[in-house]
């Protein structure tokens, strides 16, 4: 069996506790402007822009001209919830940001119809992400709490907040038809040694 063509890795960094308020203020700042409506939008947008642009460009051109700039934004994404999901303490686009990748290696022949089927057949990802989110949001807090502590996340935290944002990013690149490989879980572990992401 071939791997999933959406890999996401990072190396946990220590952290510093003012990290943790300075993500606390801005969750609470998201949450206040209604956050969820925004992701649902984006959930019925995401593919509908799919089929847009596959309609007007093809599979092939798609793949080849358009997933490069989605997946650039997506990297972005991923440095930014590694950052407000405790993983690492680097800012995405700051230097020493490499601490996190996502790889996409776009594959198949999407078509129109079938980008906007994917608004329906990512419903039960889509589900099992909102199950993954909320037992994460449970550790996140524990986490915050650990890092005031000890400086920094423990290894289990961090493998499962890092499992979800694996399987999260795949779930994204599934509807945006940048590939055919439906999300699936993998729970690899984060290097954790004695160096990983010394601070």
Do not use: N
Not at 141 to 165: E, S, T
Request: glycine share 8%.
């Amino acid at each position: 069996m071939s791997p999933h063509p959406v890999q996401f890795h990072v190396e946990p960094a220590r952290m510093g506790r003012v990290q943790v308020v300075i993500r606390l203020a801005f969750l609470a700042a998201v949450a206040a402007i209604g956050c969820s409506s925004f992701y649902w939008l984006l959930y019925l947008l995401l593919p509908v822009l799919a089929a847009l642009l596959i309609s007007r460009d093809g599979a092939e051109r798609y793949l080849r001209q358009d997933a490069p700039g989605a997946i650039r934004i997506l990297r972005w994404l991923a440095g930014a919830y590694a950052f407000l999901w405790l993983l690492t303490d680097t800012v995405p686009g700051s230097e020493g940001s490499a601490s996190v990748e996502l790889t996409v290696r776009p594959e198949g022949k999407p078509t129109p119809g079938f980008a906007l089927l994917r608004i329906f057949t990512s419903l039960p990802a889509l589900l099992g992400l909102a199950i993954l989110s909320m037992a994460a949001t449970l550790l996140w807090i524990i986490g915050a709490i650990w890092i005031i502590v000890a400086g920094r996340v423990p290894a289990p935290i961090a493998d499962f907040i890092a499992m979800k944002l694996r399987y999260q990013f795949r779930l994204v690149a599934y509807h945006l038809s940048l590939v055919d490989a439906y999300p699936g879980i993998d729970a690899a572990p984060l290097p954790h040694g004695p160096h990983a992401g010394a601070a």
